[in-house]
């Protein structure tokens, strides 16, 4: 079994900065790859980026330029680091512990709790 634990979001203003972490444990090692995604209220559950074992990494559209995915192999986590935030990234945003392979990324059954970024004046 994966345990997934986010942290790090609040309320901030547009063009304002969060770091998202989001540390790992169990089984999480069986995965090659992570991957932080989103939800905002009455849509899906988008995938924002991903990254590999090897620290390879890919965005959505919508974030490139703007958020970097990064990993700590010695702490197990993982971390979302976001700025020029926008009201549309408003969400609850999710990390995941799953496997990169065909050039995409397939998410594992587990997922954290979540935690709630806003972008608000």
């Known amino acids: 079994q994966v345990q997934l634990v986010e942290s790090g979001g609040g309320l901030v203003q547009p063009g304002g900065s969060l770091r998202l972490s989001c540390a790992a ?3 999480a090692f069986i995965f090659n790859a992570r991957g932080w995604y989103r939800q905002a209220p009455g849509k899906q559950r988008e ?7 090897d620290s390879n ?3 959505a559209d919508s974030v490139k330029g703007r958020f970097t995915i990064s990993r700590d192999n010695a702490k197990n986590t993982v971390y979302l680091q976001m700025n020029s935030l926008k009201p549309e990234d408003t969400a609850v945003y999710y990390c995941n512990a799953g496997i990169y392979y065909s050039d ?5 059954g587990s997922w954290g709790q979540g935690t709630q970024v806003t972008v608000s004046s």
């Open 25 to 27: 444990s169990g089984r």
């Open 104 to 108: 995409s990324y397939h998410p594992g």
């Open 47 to 53: 995938l924002v980026a991903t990254i590999t074992s």
């Open 57 to 59: 990494t890919n965005y």
